[in-house]
């Protein structure tokens, strides 16, 4: 079987793992006020060349998303998404649950939002009756694996800032977005057009974790108060500190969105020779192929995968995933499995 | 230096790790939806002797209180406490965020709930302009170390019968309150005597975790949706199943808080024998000596622990806990080093 | 100046405030508990063929939709409602304000829902990562003036039952969707299609007040409470039971709205025949003329009236409502001044 | 029957009436944008001198309250209050229902908090793993009719500033307060130490309506918003301005609460003078007499009156509460009739 079926469906990467193993033995101060969550947070923040930046360490991104969302509103404020964003259609209503409202927008097949479809929403609601919206949450790599340029990031930035917004980028898969070619963004970059934004561990490595980077100094008072008011803070804290610091401190994270990437290109560029089609031309590590239904059994006896939905009345998209544990041997193996197939 | 900080203060036991350790190079449906947690909850369900409960596993305690709390009520419901409940005093209004009222009683030093504590909230909320009670929270061991005894959760149990009340207990340490000398209870009566309760893995040697058994099965359907809406799903949630899988399936976790709670009644003990008062005979693996201020400087020089609060003028009590992680050596060595200071 | 700004734009009926100032010298019981509100209940319920409804007074519409839906929905749950529900876009996000996620189906210009599309989300929230579908919320008459049929209702209540849904029915303007010549449909209908549905007063002749109809007895117990707690009780509750009896004891409510709708299609007919068109042909008390903005300032120099949105690049649509106090006159008065204008 | 059931048991004063009824026949815009509000605003700016307050108007009293706190706090902020207030025993969780946790302070029989409860919290909420007080709620009456002078009112508003703390007076019976002898506060003075209250409508001869003064600029922006999502609004929205401006404009709020208090007072000083002791010495109007449990049935035979709870074995503290309403012939009459009872 070849394991195509998530980023999050394999345990941590071997050294993130020894990094664990080498700490176990001691005794540290709990819920991230140690040492450990101190240092990888300097690293953080000189990696994002953001010193005033607060560097806060959760478990995972739903949580990550609806505790930085709702600490960084007023009750009457909401939130401008695409329609395919992560908060409104994967995280049963998380959002809602801290009483605000999600206005959605209809994307392209990319998953990316645009400065016209924030201004959409804000002329529908200067009416007092409706919501205020006051936060854009973006994610890239979007849901179907898109990627936004300096010049999108920028224009949709200055559009935020134009119309009194914050601007969220939610980077669950931040590290195959930054290891994407379509991409031309730093860290540093995306530091400096948002207000915050998280680098996603638990796709990318890690057992577990999110590094939320809170750019804006007005967002950060009292955070780790909210943080504990939703659960999100991680008794033993420094297990998150000493991942990241094992990811980051010498590009152990972008080495794995590397290759996670390379091996999607190459799965999606193979089957694209075999005839076929994709949902999506993605970058990243995330590809949607369009199959006939009468293939979807034959696959499952060869590699996971997520069906992503019905394409037409004879055919499905299929999700493809891959991560640091994706060996090139599964990628030829699939290809060359489908291409029996075909 | 001798460790009494806290028992999440360590990282996980050596045979959790290696448990970890032997399943991360496999790939695993994520969300908990895969066989290890399966297997465990079967066996949680075993050594409940409840065969028709629900077992979810969570990341953390406030998030396990908050989630379960929330999910079991109805809007103008409200939970009964002891003023000193990890609710009430300790999570920054999780219970609160979700939209319910805490109802707190002063108890005693042991920090236990007793039936006239429920029955008098029940009395003063007969008026439908105030809240309606509907569920008890209590922890064993309290949060000063306190062991309900079989008599005690029975009689808790037929009030909150009696008055249409859900019993839920938290157990974050569950392990220590079981291994102590104090207790008759065993995980079958609590399945038997509650609506819900949890099965602490943080403070007793996992690395997180805490398993929830949902005794009711008024109390089950949709649990999944509500976790995840409150971030409480782990994306890689093998790992939980895998942590309690090592823990319970051949009795380490009671071997854990054994060693847990030997190692703070030897200290306890001897501490007493050298003059030293403590705020309440704690029979479980948090003791609370009553030390004079001038001590306290000299005490941080050879050990950790927290401060619990001022006891009088001159003297201050503080908490000393043990885990899978304090040798005898620290014991002995603290007792030596104190007979020296006072 | 001819009003047809709004039918909540004057004050309430004479008869109304003449049973108000009957019984204001009288010493009553507040909060509801009252007489007048105890025998109108039970007027509302022989009315309704509802024995065994629970009739509760609320103050305004917002309150009662939020107040009922939280009441009857667990956490996970959401609301399935035409995009153009009043809980939509009107309300600043008072659902979620609860905790409920809103799903919103795009539907015709008569605002009605279809039970096809309660299945197309029915069937995209079979994922258990989406929140559930618990409610479906409709409104007689639709924000656009349409009005369901006996049919219409029968097959969206077949639904509901066959998907486990609530269906609840948003009455603000019940009065006119029921005196409309497109309906076909019941007080007593309607109690037995919905779970719960309010008949609306404040606009249709009271001062305020919302009659709200908990048909289904699954959701009754404790609805006082829930009230409290949204602050929807009046303190001076019988008030609200002293309105709707004089509005409901001998139909003065259903000959109120049958003048409303009778003013409304004279104006409707009145404005066709001179040429302008209408968003939707409506057959109630609101009516939506496109109109060449050019003709805007001409207009507020005649009548009060409300801006619906732009039609085209020339074009404007507006809302004319009538009310118990829209005299012949005034339709008479604006159809000829129309026609002076075009 | 004498009527001493409470100050919310009769319709509006008959000035008031008349005033609506003045109305009752205009066209006016909804939701509170119209002329009678902005007068009425423009109106109590004055009276308060407070030219930069933002005066809203809203329906009843518990929604005020959690409507306003709700606005002011940060999701992790909690609410410091009396365990005796009006937030905490008889709203059916309110407040906990908008995510804030409510710390009260056990106080005196006059129901008044100190700058020493205050403190007493801030020192106990200093750990981050506890909400932030962040509000201060009193009441002026006070559950128990008790009134603050200006040199409390004054230590209590420089605590708050000391402490970054916000302000809030409760004032649905501040008419009853002002004109107690106990008083030395002006509405100006109220203004000037607070960062927001209101004037209790419903409890002073309004049909409805409370009038929130929002003193400091820093909690205004949006404040409609929010009040539409709490269901807050009224349509009608002028009737609450139009009550307002007749117990304003000419002093009639303050003579009805001067007869008020007069009236409570004569049957104190008589009761007293009968030797009925009182739980409380209230200077306002409402008093607390506590009587022999046999006395009771008697007294129920001659006026209305509520339980407000046990005062020993024998005996039970009841409550009379005087309004607009109140002829100095029920007070006469129920001394009468008490003086052969005893």
Known sequence: MYNFRND????????VLEALTAVNGESVIGYGQDAYCAKCADLIREQCKAPQADVQFLVGGTQTNFTAIAA??????????????????????????????????????????????????VEACRDEHVTKPRLVYISDATETGGVYTKAE???????CKANNLLLFLDGARLGCALASGAND?????????????????????????????????????DFFRMKKREGAVLAKG???????????????????????????????????????????????????PIVPDALLP???????????????A?????????????????????????????
């Open 238 to 288: 420094w297990l998150l500190g000493v991942q990241f610091q094992a990811l980051l401190e010498d590009g152990l994270y972008f080495r794995i969105a590397a290759h996670s990437v390379e091996m999607a290109q190459a799965l999606q560029t193979g089957l694209k020779e075999l005839g076929i089609p994709m949902l999506v031309d993605s970058p990243t590590n995330q590809i949607f």
């Open 8 to 15: 999050y469906s394999e345990g941590c990467h071997p050294k």
């Open 185 to 221: 963004l730093t860290l540093a970059d995306i530091a400096s057009l948002t207000d915050a934004f998280y680098i996603g561990g638990t796709k990318n490595g890690a057992m577990m974790g999110e590094a939320l980077v809170i750019v804006n100094p007005d967002l950060q008072p």
């Open 72 to 121: 960084f509103l007023r009750p009457w404020e909401s939130v401008i998404c695409a329609s395919t964003g992560h908060i409104n259609g994967h995280e049963v209503g998380a959002v809602e649950a801290t009483g605000h409202k999600i206005l959605s927008s209809q994307v392209g097949a990319d998953g990316k939002l645009t400065p016209a479809h924030i201004v959409s929403w």
């Open 298 to 312: 034959e696959l499952e006896k060869v590699c996971t995968f997520e069906v992503w939905g019905k394409a037409d």
């Open 153 to 159: 990031l920028t224009a949709l930035s200055e559009c």
């Open 314 to 342: 004879g055919h499905t998209t299929i999700r493809f995933v891959t991560s640091f544990a994706t060996p090139r041997e599964s990628v030829d193996g699939l290809l060359a499995a489908v291409k029996k197939l075909v």
